[in-house]
């Protein structure tokens, strides 16, 4: 969902990045990512963009008081915390990760209970809100979201639409010069029409087979945990409260069959993990 985060980037965005961003790709010759996609950017500009997106929503959260800090004196969100890094970490050290050396995948908490969503940033900062926490009945629930997100970043969805959006007609603009400030407007182009940003059908598809494939290899969790965050997504919508998630996410619909087709397909374990330790996480964090 992280499209909101965008809109900053618009009228913030430093020129020095901007042209960072977009000289590299002209720079660059094609470089072909790590799964056969043509990509143009190379991934410092993933860790850019995520920076700089990350730090927006960094002051954005901490400016309302709801970022909580990992390094809290109150021992509860320390204990948290590590609850939470350590369902990250075993993703990550699913071997499925693409880029699971190369971006931070650092994970914060948004204390915000109205809120059932979760967000990972270009270059891969997650951050997750307590509303959703609260929400799941389990951890496989929680590790499924959090794979879906992992999985946008690490397959580079948004800088792949960016490039989809922008890459030519921008690239060989910089090349036959633009007027003064014509960078700025670029940009500011692009970050108003990221403000609407969902994922393509495919690219969603793409996350939550990705969520399987985590999942799964993990030999911990249920590989289609995905599903069951959908099926108590759908519940929301159901009682005509949407989540916010829903606003930059497709209707859950036949996601959830298509999730454990998936999962049947591959034939990895769909048990509910169990003595996870989720709900003493939920009691933590005072949810
Ligand atoms: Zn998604």
């Given at each position: ?143 499924g979201v959090?794979g879906h997100?992992i999985a ?55 996350a939550d087979e990705f969520s399987v494939l985590y999942l ?7 590989c289609?945990g995905a ?32 999730i ?28």
């Amino acid at each position: 969902m992280f499209a909101r985060f965008f809109a900053p980037l618009s009228s913030g965005v430093k020129p020095a990045f901007a042209a960072f961003l977009l000289l590299s790709s002209v720079l660059l010759t094609s470089c072909g990512d790590k799964n056969g996609d043509t990509v143009f950017f190379p991934i410092e500009n993933d860790l850019q963009l995520g920076m700089q997106v990350s730090q927006q929503a960094d002051s954005l959260y901490a400016s309302k008081g709801q970022l909580l800090d990992r390094n809290s004196p109150n021992p509860r969100t320390r204990a948290a915390y590590a609850h939470l890094d350590q369902i990250v970490e075993r993703i990550l050290e699913s071997g499925q990760v693409t880029y699971r050396d190369e971006f931070p995948w650092d994970v914060k908490i948004i204390d915000d209970k109205n809120v059932q969503n979760a967000f990972a940033t270009p270059g891969g900062h997650i951050y997750v809100f307590t509303g959703l926490i609260s929400y799941l009945d389990n951890e496989d629930q929680l590790a499924g979201v959090l794979g879906h997100e992992i999985a946008h970043a690490d397959q580079r969805h948004s800088i792949k639409q960016l490039q989809k959006q922008y890459g030519i007609s921008v690239i060989s603009g910089l090349i036959l010069g633009s007027e003064a400030g014509g960078l700025e407007r670029v940009i500011t182009q692009a970050g108003g029409q990221f403000l609407g940003l969902k994922f393509s059908r495919d690219y969603e598809r793409e996350a939550d087979e990705f969520s399987v494939l985590y999942l799964g290899a993990t030999d911990y969790y249920a590989c289609d945990g995905a599903a069951g965050f959908f099926q108590k997504m759908q519940a929301l919508e159901n009682r005509g409260t949407p989540p916010e998630f829903a606003s930059t996410h497709p209707a859950p619909g036949n996601r959830i069959q298509d999730i454990q087709a998936h999962a049947r397909q591959r034939g990895c374990k769909t048990e509910t993990a169990s003595n996870t330790g989720f709900q003493e996480f939920k009691r933590n964090l005072g949810l």
